[in-house]
């Protein structure tokens, strides 16, 4: 039980992005610096009191203390930019690492079995043109249409992928990885846009079902995971079918179509120009320069699409209302309040 409660502890306190010293102040300084390092160490076990202070600070149930460990992430691949403090990539995994453990205990709640297999599995990627390939190739696996993706989240829980979304600092994207070497796990910041949500998921994808050649470095499997994200948002043959074999530049009525149609970011769209030889490289470098003001893509149109991940939530509704499980112990999994959880059930 100490074991449990040390680790757990340290998981929340992490989770929260907490030091010892903040987690102290946050408590109204009730305990010492030296006590947490104790509990967290597993040298010393806090009593009722305490735990509760603790719980209140750290926003988590009073019985997460005591849920044993049981799912692990692993590879994990961090797509991050360099003002992305490893505190804050720390506290992304745990987020993720708490969800994935509710998610899977529902799904045994619900006696859901789920057995992943890689349509890629075999496909060891040596060039850029094999990315294409791998695309179209899982495109075709999972009868998905060559046409554009109307849902890319929902596509991805369809294929038993746990997607999870956490609200977290504008520099992270996504990472991705293996719960107990078994269940693929992606994670989105969701406060992103749907194109980019969309792009992101589609890169974390590629970095679960490809294998590459050990001669790529990390920076290239980025590029070529980028690569298989615009390959399955356009494939190749549609793509040239509706902006050309060959151009010299679009206009803006052009970009905020092709957002609007395949869920695609105008940066993406011309890199993916670029990659097909579409664009020349001036074009895009001229391309580059000027949308370099405005990064955001104000006025270039949106993607009126939704990217949100509803299979976790949609479970739990399922196992309270079949009352495999009781409503407390639904808010519980949803790391909820029951009155949250009780009038967000009952006004479905």
């Not at 074991?3 to 929340?12: E, M, P, T, V, Y």
């Not at 006025?299 to 699409?305: A, E, M, R």
Request: charged fraction near 30%; hydrophobic fraction near 40%.
């Amino acid at each position: 039980m100490k074991d449990i409660f040390s680790k757990r502890l340290k998981s929340a306190r992490i989770r929260a992005g907490l030091s010892m010293d903040q987690l102290v102040e946050r408590m109204g300084n009730t305990v010492s610096k030296n006590a947490i390092s104790k509990y967290e160490q597993g040298e010393m076990m806090a009593d009722s009191k305490v735990m509760a202070s603790l719980a209140k600070a750290l926003d988590v149930k009073f019985d997460y203390f005591f849920r044993p460990f049981s799912i692990e992430i692993g590879q994990i691949d961090f797509r991050k930019k360099s003002r992305l403090s490893k505190k804050d990539l720390a506290s992304i995994r745990q987020q993720a690492t708490d969800t994935i453990e509710r998610y899977i205990e529902l799904e045994q709640f619900l006696n859901i079995q789920t057995d992943f297999v890689n349509p890629l599995q075999d496909v060891v990627i040596k060039s850029s043109e094999e990315v294409e390939l791998a695309a179209e190739q899982l495109l075709y696996e999972w009868h998905l249409s060559f046409n554009g993706l109307p849902n890319v989240i929902d596509m991805l829980e369809d294929h038993e992928i746990k997607v999870i979304e956490i609200a977290a600092h504008e520099a992270f994207d996504g990472l991705s990885g293996w719960a107990d070497g078994r269940y693929p796990v992606v994670v989105v910041n969701n406060n992103y846009p749907a194109d980019r949500k969309r792009l992101t998921a589609l890169h974390e994808l590629g970095h679960l079902l490809l294998s590459f050649d050990p001669k790529f470095t990390p920076r290239d499997i980025e590029h070529l995971c980028f690569q298989f994200a615009g390959a399955m948002l356009l494939p190749r043959t549609t793509f040239k079918k509706e902006l050309g074999e060959i151009r010299s530049q679009f206009s803006i009525p052009e970009y905020r179509l092709y957002k609007a149609t395949y869920g695609i970011s105008v940066q993406a769209l011309m890199a993916r120009a670029k990659l097909l030889e579409v664009i020349s490289e001036s074009s895009y470098l001229r391309f580059r320069k000027w949308i370099s003001h405005n990064r955001k893509e104000e006025g270039l149109g949106t993607y009126s699409g939704t990217e949100e991940a509803l299979r976790f939530k949609q479970l739990t509704y399922r196992a309270a209302a079949e009352e495999i499980i009781s409503l407390s112990k639904a808010a519980n999994i949803m790391n909820q309040k029951l009155a949250e959880f009780r009038k967000e059930f009952l006004a479905l």
